[in-house]
């Protein structure tokens, strides 16, 4: 009996231990992911910097949806991140590799929509594009003019692909396989792009899929890192070149550059937050409960971050370009993060 309540002690005293050491190794917000959500989070953390004098601005980091969710699933404790911003949601397999490293409570918060545009330089005349046309731009095999038999992509320019575009050379600079802008993107463009042949409705599923989503690699399609803004100075630098990118980025560079038309719908906020602009998808953060009262500040800041003032139809956030959910599940979602409640498996 002695020796169980000396191990529940000793038990006791390191988990206190721990949790001490925990406040005194980091004592601010961990934040990792998106590039997207990046610009959001950071304008967030900053407000709740300002507005919190007893806790520490938030360290944002933009590693990409795909690296964050590597990161935030690592495993509970200091050396991992609090929160993960995604453009896309989570996966299956990015759930299971967080459970098997211990983390087994996640809070998901939609904080609102995204469009996805394609944009070039306003040195140049935009192109009315469909999602038809950037699909047989940037599939890596496509059916062969006449014949319909899938073939190596052999488009040059834009004109080769539609004949009412311009004789301009394809080229098209975009996120990694990292990004979840790309992920949105295959799902959104490239999946939906090549539904209408027959060459690939003749294809079994998986065989179907390789087809849709693989985009060729013979430098037509430059993939720019996760720094969209990278894209953006390209474009300015290169007028012949199309970006492809979340909508804040165009927003707060109109001065530069402008969103190409997809299926005849301009990239705008009213358009996107409408649901007739077909290339948008949510945006989420996702937080580790483990660390909610381990970590100083991680309420606050997603009760900062989930406010009217930050997320609602005149909040902060739509004036650099995030696209507030509709007013009743933008109140459930707050609700559901004040309230920290977790995902289900």
């Known amino acids: 009996m002695l020796k169980q309540k ?35 989070t950071t304008t967030v953390a900053e407000q709740f910097g300002k507005a919190n004098a007893n806790f520490k601005t938030p360290k944002v980091e933009s590693t990409g949806t795909g690296g964050g969710f590597k990161l935030f699933c690592g495993g509970v404790g200091v050396q991992y991140p609090d929160v993960s911003n995604a453009s896309r949601a989570i996966k299956k397999s990015e759930i299971e590799s967080c459970a098997k490293n211990g983390v087994k409570e996640i809070v998901e918060i939609n904080i609102g929509f ?9 040195k140049t005349k935009a192109m009315p594009l469909t999602i038809k046309d950037i699909w047989l731009a940037l599939a890596k095999e496509v059916p062969e003019p006449g014949t319909g038999k899938l073939v190596t992509n052999p488009f040059k320019t834009w004109q080769d692909v539609n004949p009412t575009l311009p004789a301009q050379k394809i080229e098209v600079l975009g996120p990694p396989p990292t990004s979840g802008t790309r992920d949105a993107f295959v799902e959104l463009v490239m999946d939906v792009g090549c539904e209408e042949f027959e060459a690939v409705k003749a294809l079994d599923k998986k065989q179907a899929k390789g087809v849709c989503q693989t985009v060729r690699e013979d430098g037509v399609f430059i993939e720019a890192g996760e720094n969209d803004n990278l894209i953006v100075q390209k474009l300015v630098a290169n007028p012949n070149a199309l970006g492809i990118f979340g909508f804040s ?97």
């Open 249 to 345: 980025f165009l927003e707060e560079n109109l001065d530069k550059i402008q969103g190409e038309t997809i299926n005849g719908v301009v990239p705008n906020f009213e358009n996107i937050a409408s649901g007739k602009y077909p290339v948008s998808r949510p945006l989420f953060i996702y937080v580790k409960k483990a660390h909610v009262g381990v970590i100083p500040g991680i309420k606050e800041f997603i009760t900062e971050f989930t406010s009217e003032k930050a997320t609602g139809n005149e909040g902060y956030l739509a004036n650099k370009g995030l696209i507030p959910l509709p007013d009743a599940k933008r109140k459930q979602v707050a609700a559901d993060a004040k309230n920290l409640k977790t995902m289900t498996p």
């Open 6 to 40: 000396l191990a529940l002690a000793v038990a006791a005293t390191l988990t206190l231990a721990g949790t001490a050491y925990a406040q005194s190794a980091r004592d601010y917000i961990s934040v990792v992911g998106s590039s997207t959500v990046y610009p959001f």
């Open 114 to 122: 995204d469009g996805i545009v394609v944009a070039s330089s306003k």
